[in-house]
């Protein structure tokens, strides 16, 4: 009996799955979706989020998440909550992997620059982007672009699109104009990266001490779980303190999908993946739990993410990419070959360069930068 045999009926298996866009061969002893992720896992845009922004620069310290620490522990958070629902944690493991792969150098600023330099060329999106790295970017197969996955590993890619890209893109977004839902896995891993990305910005912003507990303390939710622990632990202090506290935290946001999420479930009967998709949406937080997540975000929007020492660095960021962005759109010649456009499409070519640029990690951005602009690079 297979691992796949055991998941509940509403969740994703190999064997009634969309398949890929070019057809292959079943594996002999991995699944579609352990494929999937062992794609994801050697893929070159997968290695390169070791040295991509989460919210600290790469270079700013050893001990902060990236994108790829980020990856990782949403995987890990994942397959946790898909075992307890019996859904299919190769799935939610191959999809958490692979979220973040078009992510820009410099986090979201790096995003936000890119798609007002390629507004009049269709905007760039890193979700978007994602699936364009594991479709057509990735060079690894002699048979095809891409890395080939499942459709249902590419349709939890694509959390995000506009009516205009999803008419551009076919099947994998044709659930944003029908309205209707994703996978269960899809849904579960949105909400494991939430969780993820809630407890370790908390942790970064205080070993960083851009944030400090007593500003934290203002939040209803980290103060009554931070108070259980000064209570079950008298006198703990530093790093044992919040760690324990952080732990209480995904505990308390992963038991509460898993009880809100089973709740739903049992009361909807899904029989299979497409009553799920026509259905609302089944993976959730409760209400009481939805409000106490909120708050942490908007806390952590506020006192973190436009932090000025962090809005510094942002301002900084923003400049390397679009002086990148518009030295190679004025001077294509200064791009790599690869990424030269030989038929003169400027639709084209900015959008190669939009690769190219994405494709970046923080320290790369820093030193072409330099290589371009400084006379001492000569």
Not at 24 to 38: C, L, M, P, T, Y
Not at 130 to 143: F, H, I, N, P, T
Not at 249 to 264: C, F, G, P, R, W
């Amino acid at each position: 009996m297979t691992p796949e045999q055991y998941l509940a009926p509403y969740a994703v298996q190999s064997e009634t799955a969309r398949g890929r866009r070019h057809d292959e061969a079943a594996h002999a002893s991995r699944s579609q979706f352990q494929r999937d992720r062992d794609r994801i896992i050697h893929c070159s845009a997968f290695r390169r989020l070791e040295y991509k922004t989460q919210v600290f620069l790469n270079h700013e310290g050893d001990m902060f998440r990236t994108r790829l620490t980020h990856s990782l522990e949403v995987a890990q958070i994942g397959r946790s909550l898909a075992r307890n629902l019996r859904l299919n944690e190769d799935l939610v493991e191959a999809v958490s992997l692979a979220h973040d792969l078009g992510h820009t150098p410099f986090g979201h600023v790096g995003q936000d620059v890119l798609n007002e330099c390629m507004k009049d060329h269709g905007g760039f999106e890193h979700n978007l982007q994602s699936l364009r790295v594991v479709d057509k970017l990735e060079q690894s197969y002699g048979a095809f672009d891409g890395l080939n996955l499942m459709f249902e590993t590419r349709e939890g890619i694509l959390k995000h699109c506009s009516l205009a890209n999803a008419k551009m893109l076919g099947p994998v977004a044709q659930r944003f104009i029908d309205r209707t839902q994703p996978s269960l896995e899809a849904q579960l891993t949105n909400l494991a990266d939430e969780i993820a990305y809630n407890s370790h910005d908390i942790d970064d912003g205080l070993r960083s001490g851009l944030i400090t507990i007593e500003q934290l303390e203002e939040v209803e939710f980290f103060a009554r779980l931070w108070h259980e622990v000064q209570t079950a632990y008298p006198g703990v202090s530093g790093r044992r303190a919040i760690y324990e506290t952080l732990r209480r935290l995904i505990t308390a946001l992963a038991d509460d999908l898993i009880a809100t999420s089973s709740a739903l479930l049992a009361d909807a009967q899904p029989g299979s993946v497409d009553e799920v998709r026509a259905s609302g949406p089944l993976i959730r937080f409760s209400d009481g739990m939805r409000k106490d997540a909120t708050e942490l975000k908007r806390f952590l929007r506020q006192n973190l993410y436009r932090h000025y020492q962090v809005n510094r660095m942002r301002v900084k960021a923003s400049r390397i990419v679009r002086e990148l962005y518009d030295a190679f759109s004025d001077e294509p010649v200064l791009l790599p070959p690869d990424y030269q456009d030989k038929s003169g499409d400027e639709g084209k070519q900015v959008r190669m360069i939009a690769d190219y640029i994405a494709g970046m990690t923080d320290r790369y951005a820093i030193r072409e930068h330099r290589r371009i602009f400084s006379l001492e690079e000569l």
